[in-house]
C-alpha cells in the first residue's frame, strides 16, 4: 500500500482543511520562499545548452491542475498522439495520452476530482516545485529544457490517499520515454516484480528519485530503499534534521524539507508550504533535471555521483545522524561544475562525507585521502571502478587503520567489494602519477551503527548482589527506538532494593518499568516510570526482577540510573 511521505491520512485531512486559508491568502509567491534554493545553491544560468529534446521527469502522484500557472507552459504532450480522436496514434496501447494517463481510472484525464482539491493536491505540489527550480536556473526559457509528465494513480473516488497503482504508473513512465522519475511517496512491498521494474527503469538509464518517509524513524521505505533509487531524506532552515523525516545509512542525499513553497489546485494561482520529504524528493527531482539537462548523455550513476560528491557535509552536533541523511545537502552550483569539469572532480572530496566517491586522474593534486566523518561507523565497504590504466599492477593501493597498514592491493589485483572495519580509514596510492585517461574511483559508503542499539540493547543478565544500571548515554541524551532489558537473579530467599539516583525521559512516553520474576507480566509488573520526578524505593517480591527499558522515535531525555542491593527475604 502506497502513501504519501508525510503524515498519516487523518493528519493529512486536518492539514489540508487548514490549509485553504493560507491558499487563499498566498495567490501570490511571498518574499520569504528562496531560503531552499538559496542553500542548495541553485542559481541563475550563465549559460544555456544546446537545442536538444527537454528531459522528461515524471510525476507519479495523486492528481494534477496542469493549468496551474507554475505547471501549464512544462506539461509534456507526446509528439505523435492526436488530441481528441478516439485512437492509438503512437501505438503504445492507450488512446489520446497526450500528457500523460490515469492509471488508476484508465483514462487520459489526469486532472483533480471537482471539488476534491482538499485531498487532491499533491501531484499539483510536486509538480511544481520541480518546474520553479527549472525556473529559479533557467528562468523564462526554463520549459524548453523541462517538462512535466503527470501520471495519476489515485482513483477519483478514491476515499483515502493511499496511491495503489503507484508502482504501475512506474511502468508507463518506463514505457513512455521519462528520464527521471519522481515518486514523493512511499510504502508497497519490493516483491519481486516490483523489484524487476525498479532495475528495469535503472537499465534503461532513468533516474528514480524517492522519498525515505516521514515517521522520524531509523528507517528508509521502499521504493527508496531499492539501491537503484535515489534516496532522499529532509532538513530545516537551521539545516538540521526535519523533526518528521526518517534516516538511515540506505539515505543518499538531502534537501530541504520545511515550508517549502508549491501550487495548489485550488485555484490556477494558489499555493501552499508544507513539509516533509516529499517537497525535498521534489526539489531533489528538479536539481536532477537541471543536472541532466546539461548533458543527456549523463548515466543516472554520474547524476548521483556529481550530486553526492559535491554535496555540503553536516556538522558536527549532527552525530546522532551521522551516516543516516546521506552524503550531504544537495549543492547544485557545485554539481553542475562537478559533471562539466572532469579535471577538477578530486577538488570536491571531503573527509567528512560519508559516502560519495574518491575519483583519481592526472589532474589530481593528491595521492592519499583519508574517510574520517562525523558519527560512529562499523566499517566502510569500498567499491573500485578501474579505466583505462596501463600497468596496473605497479601500483599499490594502502589503507590504514588509525596510522596502521590494514592491507595494500596492486591496482590489477584489486578486488570488486572490500570492507574496512572501522570508524575511519585512510587510503593511499602509491607510485607516479596517472597517464592521460587513466582514471581510478573508489565508490565508499560507511555502515553506520545502528542508534537504536547504540547504548544498550538486549538482554544483560545479572547476578551480583548489588549493582549500579542505567540506560548507558553517560552524559548524551539516549537513544530513540531503543529496547533494553536487565535481568537481576539471585538466590532464592533474597529480595531486592532499587533505588533511582535520575530520571529524565519523556513523560508518558520513555518508560523504565520492573517485574517480579523473568517475563514483563501485567500481573508482575512492580512499578513503571517516565519523566523528572525520582521515584519511591522499589521492593521486590520475589529473587528474580526484569528491568525494561522503551523508547519511542522521537524526544529523549538525559535518562536514568539506579542502584540496586540484595536484602533478606
Known amino acids: 500500500m502506497m502513501i504519501e511521505c508525510r503524515k498519516t491520512y ?3 485531512l486536518l492539514l489540508l482543511f487548514a490549509s485553504i486559508t493560507t491558499v487563499q491568502a498566498q495567490t501570490n509567491p511571498s518574499n520569504n520562499t528562496a531560503w531552499p534554493f538559496d542553500v542548495i545553491a541553485l542559481s541563475k544560468a550563465t549559460s544555456f545548452p544546446e537545442k536538444q529534446a527537454p528531459i522528461i521527469v515524471a510525476v507519479i502522484d495523486d492528481a494534477f491542475r496542469t493549468s496551474h500557472k507554475t505547471l501549464k507552459d512544462f506539461i509534456y504532450e507526446h509528439p505523435t498522439e492526436i488530441p481528441n480522436n478516439q485512437y492509438d496514434d503512437d501505438g503504445n496501447g492507450y488512446i489520446d495520452d497526450v500528457s500523460g494517463w490515469d492509471i488508476s481510472d484508465n483514462d487520459k484525464d489526469v486532472s483533480v476530482p471537482e471539488g476534491r482539491e482538499k485531498v487532491f493536491f ?29 501520471i495519476k494513480v489515485l482513483p477519483d473516488q478514491a476515499t483515502n490517499t493511499y496511491l495503489k497503482d503507484g508502482y504501475k504508473g512506474i511502468r508507463y513512465a518506463i514505457d513512455n520515454g ?34 525515505v518517509g516521514n515517521f522520524n524513524q531509523e528507517k528508509v521505505l521502499p521504493p527508496a530503499s531499492f ?5 532522499v531524506s529532509g532538513i530545516n532552515e537551521l539545516l538540521q534534521k526535519e523533526k518528521q523525516a526518517n534516516y538511515g545509512k540506505e539515505v543518499d542525499i538531502a534537501a530541504p524539507a520545511s515550508q517549502i513553497k508549491g501550487a495548489h489546485p485550488q485555484k ?20 536532477a533535471a537541471i543536472l541532466l539537462s546539461k548533458n543527456k548523455q549523463n548515466s543516472p550513476t554520474q547524476i548521483k555521483e556529481a550530486l553526492q560528491n559535491t554535496s555540503q557535509t553536516f556538522p558536527s552536533n549532527y552525530s546522532e545522524y551521522g551516516g543516516k541523511m546521506g552524503a550531504g545537502m544537495v549543492q547544485l552550483t557545485p554539481a553542475i561544475d562537478y559533471l562539466s569539469a572532469p579535471n577538477q572532480r578530486s577538488k570536491y572530496y571531503s573527509p567528512l562525507r560519508p559516502k560519495g566517491s574518491i575519483y583519481y586522474d592526472k589532474n589530481s593534486s593528491s595521492q592519499e585521502w583519508e574517510i574520517k566523518p562525523e558519527g560512529t561507523y562499523h566499517g566502510f565497504t569500498i567499491r573500485p571502478y578501474i579505466s583505462s590504466i596501463k600497468k596496473a599492477h605497479k601500483y599499490q593501493l594502502q589503507i590504514s587503520v588509525a596510522d596502521t597498514l590494514w592491507n595494500e592491493y596492486p591496482l590489477s589485483k584489486l578486488p570488486p567489494q572490500l ?33 537504536s542499539k547504540l547504548y544498550c540493547s538486549e538482554t544483560k543478565h545479572l547476578s551480583a548482589e548489588k ?29 531486592i532494593q532499587f533505588t533511582f539516583d ?15 520474576g523473568n517475563t514483563m507480566l501485567p500481573e508482575n509488573i512492580l512499578g513503571q516510570f517516565s519523566g523528572q520526578q525520582i521515584p519511591p524505593v522499589i521492593y521486590s517480591s520475589s529473587n528474580e526482577v526484569l528491568i525494561w527499558f522503551v523508547t519511542d522515535a522521537s524526544i529523549t531525555g538525559q535518562g536514568w540510573e539506579l542502584r540496586y542491593e540484595t536484602i533478606d527475604d
Open 10 to 12: 487523518v493528519h493529512v
Open 178 to 211: 521519462a528520464d527521471i522519475i519522481c515518486l514523493a511517496w512511499c510504502g508497497g512491498d519490493l516483491t519481486k516484480e516490483n523489484i524487476d521494474l525498479l532495475q528495469e527503469a535503472h537499465q534503461k538509464g532513468i533516474l528514480v528519485i524517492g522519498s
Open 419 to 451: 570492507y574496512v572495519p572501522a570508524s575511519s580509514i585512510s587510503i593511499q596510492l602509491i607510485n607516479r602519477p596517472f597517464k592521460k585517461k587513466e582514471y581510478l574511483r573508489l565508490y565508499y559508503e560507511g555502515t553506520p551503527i545502528d542508534s
Open 467 to 495: 549493582g549500579i544500571i542505567n540506560d548507558g548515554s553517560g552524559n548524551q541524551a539516549y537513544a530513540n527506538d531503543c529496547s533494553c532489558k536487565w535481568l537481576i537473579s539471585l538466590p532464592e530467599g533474597k529480595r
Open 502 to 516: 535520575q530520571l529524565d525521559t519523556q513523560a508518558n512516553t520513555d518508560w523504565i518499568y520492573l517485574a517480579d
Open 122 to 150: 499533491h501531484g499539483t505540489y510536486i509538480a511544481s516545485i520541480i518546474t520553479q527550480s527549472a525556473q529559479a536556473h533557467y528562468g523564462e526559457q526554463a520549459s524548453q529544457y523541462i517538462k512535466i509528465m503527470p
Open 268 to 287: 490556477d494561482n494558489a499555493f501552499i508550504k508544507d513539509s516533509g520529504t516529499s517537497p525535498a524528493t521534489a526539489l531533489l527531482a528538479g536539481c
Open 227 to 231: 539501491p537503484q533509487v535515489l534516496a
